[in-house]
């Protein structure tokens, strides 16, 4: 059995070189040292800003990745939210640290600026670029102001 970490109740801070990339809390976390793999429940992480972008904050149900990739898979009514912006609801987000991208190939619902959108086939995100959302359609959009 290779060699693992468990961690109840954990922060954990996420690092390229001397730069903090995200900051997490998760309910319960495991760690596989000889792979880099890791799995976190109950997830709340925070993306730091870079080029003037907003925090973005992803929760979900379970992320699994692997830290030496900088690559995770968060999945279970995944939500993501810019600080003071849109936000989405989607099932399954693929993170990639190293190019500051979110990812999904699944339905994804945008509530922004008293829009909703509701986008079939997923969405881009590129982390680093403020207004940088790309979405997969079909697209079905309502404007005004929300309830």
Same mark, same amino acid.
């Given at each position: 059995m290779p =060699?693992? +970490?468990?961690?109840e109740g954990v922060g954990l801070k996420f690092f390229r070189g001397n730069e903090l990339r995200a900051i997490? &809390?998760?309910q319960h976390?495991? /760690?596989? %040292?000889?792979? @880099?793999d890791g799995t976190a429940q109950s997830v709340r992480m925070r993306l730091l800003p870079?080029? #003037? %972008?907003? *925090? !973005?904050? +992803?929760?979900?149900?379970?992320?699994?990745g692997n830290v030496r990739r900088q690559e995770a898979t $968060?999945?279970? #009514?995944? &939500?993501?939210? *810019?600080? #003071? @912006?849109? $936000?989405?609801v989607t099932e399954v987000a693929r993170l990639f640290s190293h190019e500051r991208r979110v990812t999904g190939d699944r339905p994804v619902d945008l509530v922004a600026g008293g829009s909703r959108i509701h986008a079939a086939a997923g /969405?881009?995100?590129? +982390?680093?670029? =403020?207004?940088a959302l790309a979405l997969e @359609?079909? !697209?079905d959009t309502t404007i005004g102001v929300l309830p």
């Open positions: =060699p693992e +970490i468990q961690l997490a &809390r998760a976390a495991t /760690f596989l %040292r000889n792979t @880099g870079a080029s #003037g %972008r907003g *925090e !973005i904050e +992803i929760v979900a149900r379970e992320i699994q $968060a999945q279970g #009514g995944v &939500r993501l939210a *810019e600080t #003071g @912006g849109a $936000a989405g /969405f881009s995100l590129d +982390i680093s670029t =403020p207004g @359609g079909p !697209i």
